[in-house]
């Protein structure tokens, strides 16, 4: 009896973490002011594209093209508007001639070609009132972007009696990394804010509400470190800051409801708060490593792609996620010890209500408020979790009803996603206002074929005793100009033991002919080595690499989700029905993406422009955030569920307990997160602003409709088998298992049965505690 009336041991993380709170706390603060310093500067550092694969053909030819032929891949275009007058009045061939000869003596630019200089018709637009001037700025993407900032000052507005305006893929680069640094800082000023309000509206404590944003900023700023570095040996795309800022909150957020309202259960359970931290690391603190590990594994599986956009997003992910933990289970114990029961301080619900109790009665005036605050916390979660427990209760009623109208549903709303078309990121992703946008608009709509959207073909010497003859050039370019997508062929150019040919297609530069052509292209026969690249070559590699790599990206998810929600479980049918329904969540979001985003629908509300495609990437981006914050919930939820069905074996039980606990802590958590989201998604930049909303849909139709009505109707329909794994496997996890353990408090009596009368000598606190709810009292104990 003494054993069990004896304070339960501490653990040795507990004792790590609370040891020296002050001194922890401070290190992070150095830690911090440190990573603030590090990370400094590191969206000059990142690069905007990152789309292609390096290994591909398309790319190969680009580089060839860019050290052999520079002129052929201008990155620059100034767009010469003349007005009333013609292009080809001698005063405005005068003037461009000018700019040409000007831009020709910039450094750092080469190959300065323009209508006057060459006459192609390609470079006069079709009404003679505009014209291009093309040329290369040499160097990285940083390099670039820095000749630009130079020269266009000097380049931009009137000349003369004409009006210069500036695009061109170094222009668009630019542009886009300008505007996603603004969007950044305008969605954490949104974010910001909101997510407090909110969080003291879950928590009501403005002291509780505090330590979640602390953790987040911590994760942030440390990733901007962590990237920072990264960019010392690797590409970075400048997307990724979106990410570290969406993840950065929204999974400290995650993590710190989960730990802080743990803790607040403790206290009010009567524990001390040592002991209050230990039951929480214990318990929670593991829900958060195993949440942690499932979605780090979901993003890293980004890693096997060879695009280093999707590449960049492993890294910040990675970074962001096992910061968020890391914060959350060293730094927030710490703070939790030293706050102890003023976590519950600042209690605004009760100040903005004090004025509406002026008439009660004064008899608990002298209370001990932090008791009352930990009372009172406790109490509202037991109000709000009933509701959550009529709702598992009706669900798993009408069990069968609910699981097929939700997967009827779910699969409805994903329909749209099988018109799918995917295409490359081109200066539509800016606003219409933007010049870079206008330019190019300009230029798709007045310019015969596309000035910068056709197909190039290298050719190169394969090695043989002769050189390749004008003749076998002349040949292999009527080989292309009989086939059936041309529109036109310019070239061959020579040099040397090389050449290369501009093939114009019909159509879109990056339509279906175009990318039909690609392959085409690829399959004449030629007496001298070939490749291809261009737009439409780009996207078909591209594509190409995905699907290559996709099935290994989506087997390490799956295995690896499966083996961490079994040693969560023990159980082998909750981790394919945890990746079954995870997977299931995610098809509204697919769904939403075409229809709003590809098919155009809602685009004036969201201020975009559509393309009529969706970008490459962007599926398998949002698929690995989406499914990896789909099992963040959703190990909230199984793991105290069974935690719940450890303790009583009742599987029915344990899923509405389960509701019970966390349904409303997914709900606001997941509104957080979508806040968040929703912040990312009112960039100006298409990609982020669908990626954002996209993400923001998926968490919210996972929380309010997978959690609440699909996971608690499946249990049901399953049953106690549940939780079965055969033998072998079972005494794998009894060895192996990461379970969250068992909790001992220092109690009197065991626990009464539901069915046998309690002793009142024996409950510490029969008023507080009914002897008609035994729930109540399992939850004093936590046996």
């Known amino acids: 009896m003494s054993e069990v009336n004896s304070p339960p041991p501490v653990g040795g993380w507990t004792r790590f973490v609370t040891a020296r709170p002050r001194l922890s706390l401070l290190a992070a603060l150095v830690l911090t002011a440190l990573a603030v310093f590090a990370g400094s500067g590191v969206a000059e550092r990142m690069g905007s594209g990152g789309w292609q694969d390096p290994a591909a053909e398309s790319t190969y030819a680009t580089e060839a093209l860019e050290r052999e032929f520079p002129a052929s891949q201008p990155n620059l275009l100034l767009l010469v508007d003349s007005g009333r007058a013609s292009v080809d009045d001698p005063a405005v061939a005068a003037e461009g001639r000018r700019l040409g000869e000007r ?64 695009g061109g893929p170094v222009a668009l680069q630019h542009e886009m990394t300008t505007t996603i640094q603004e969007d950044l800082l305008r969605a954490e000023l949104i974010a910001l804010p909101v997510t407090l309000v909110l969080l003291v509206m879950v928590f009501g404590s403005a002291i509780a509400a505090l330590l979640p944003l602390g953790v987040g900023i911590v994760a942030i700023l440390g990733t901007n470190a962590v990237l920072r570095g990264i960019t010392e040996f690797a590409d970075v795309s400048v997307f990724a800051q979106n990410l570290t800022t969406a993840l950065g909150l929204g999974l400290a957020i995650d993590y710190a409801l989960f730990i802080v ?43 096997v792609f060879p695009q280093y956009f999707l590449r960049s997003f492993a890294y910040a992910g990675i970074a962001v996620v096992l910061l968020a933990a890391g914060a959350a289970l060293v730094l927030l114990p710490a703070a939790l010890m030293l706050l102890g029961h003023r976590v519950n301080a600042l209690d605004l619900r009760r100040l903005l209500k004090r004025g509406r109790r002026d008439g009660a009665s004064s008899d608990e005036a002298g209370a001990d408020k932090a008791s009352a605050a930990d009372q009172k916390a406790p109490a509202d979660q037991e109000a709000a979790g009933a509701g959550w427990a009529w709702v598992a209760g009706l669900v798993m009623r009408r069990a069968p009803l609910f699981a097929f109208a939700t997967v009827a549903g779910l699969v409805l709303l994903g329909l749209p996603f099988l018109g799918v078309k995917f295409g490359t990121p081109d200066d539509r992703q800016l606003p219409s206002t933007a010049e870079v946008h206008v330019v190019q608009q300009q230029i798709r709509d007045g310019f015969p074929g596309s000035p910068a959207g056709g197909l190039e073909v290298f050719a190169e010497d394969s090695g043989s005793v002769s050189a390749t003859t004008p003749a076998e050039y002349a040949e292999y370019r009527d080989k292309i100009a009989a086939l059936p997508g041309v529109l036109r062929v310019d070239g061959p150019v020579t040099s040397g033991g090389s050449a290369y040919l501009t093939v114009q297609p019909k159509g879109e530069a990056v339509g279906e002919e175009a990318q039909r052509l690609v392959h085409e292209l690829r399959d004449v026969s030629a007496p001298f080595a070939t490749s291809v690249t261009g737009r439409a070559a780009v996207l078909e590699d591209s594509k190409a690499a995905i699907a290559d790599r996709l099935p290994l990206a989506l087997a390490i998810i799956a295995i690896v989700t499966l083996l961490l929600v079994f040693l969560l479980t023990g159980s082998v049918l909750i981790p394919i029905q945890a990746v079954v329904l995870n997977a299931l969540s995610l098809t509204a979001m697919f769904g939403a993406v075409v229809w709003v985003f590809q098919d155009g629908h809602l685009s004036g509300l969201l201020s975009f422009t559509s393309t009529g495609d969706i970008e490459t990437t962007l599926p398998v981006l949002m698929f690995c955030i989406a499914f990896g914050l789909s099992m963040d919930y959703g190990v909230f939820l199984l793991s105290r569920i069974k935690e719940e069905y450890d303790h009583t074996g009742d599987h029915e039980h344990a899923v509405r307990f389960g509701l019970q606990r966390t349904g409303g802590l997914i709900t606001a958590a997941a509104v957080i997160l979508a806040v968040v989201m929703v912040g990312i998604g009112t960039s100006r930049v298409t990609n982020t602003k669908m990626l954002g909303l996209g993400i923001a849909l998926a968490v919210l139709m996972d929380a309010m409709v997978v959690r609440s009505l699909l996971v608690p109707s499946v249990m049901k329909l399953m049953g106690a088998s549940t939780w079965w794994a055969p033998g072998p496997l079972r005494r794998f996890h009894e060895r192996f298992g990461l379970t969250e353990g068992e909790i001992s408090r220092p109690v009197p009596q065991p626990v009464p049965r539901p069915d046998s009368e309690p002793d009142p000598a024996s409950e510490p606190d029969p008023a507080s505690e009914p002897e008609s709810d035994p729930d109540a009292a399992r939850d004093r104990v936590k046996a």
């Open 103 to 166: 831009l020709a003596a910039e450094k750092d630019v080469t190959g300065v070609g323009s209508y006057w200089g060459t006459r192609s018709p390609a470079l006069r637009a079709g009404d003679g009132h505009q014209a291009l001037i093309a040329a290369r700025i040499e160097g990285d993407e940083k390099a670039t972007s820095e000749v630009l900032e130079r020269i266009a000052p000097d380049f931009r507005g009137a000349h003369g009696p004409v009006q210069v305006s500036i």
């Open 261 to 303: 309202r743990r803790f607040r259960e403790e206290l009010a359970d009567g524990a001390e708060v040592r002991e209050a931290i230990g039951i929480t690391l214990r318990t929670a603190g593991r829900t958060v490593l195993f949440s942690a590990l499932t979605v780090a594994v979901s993003l890293a599986a980004m890693l």
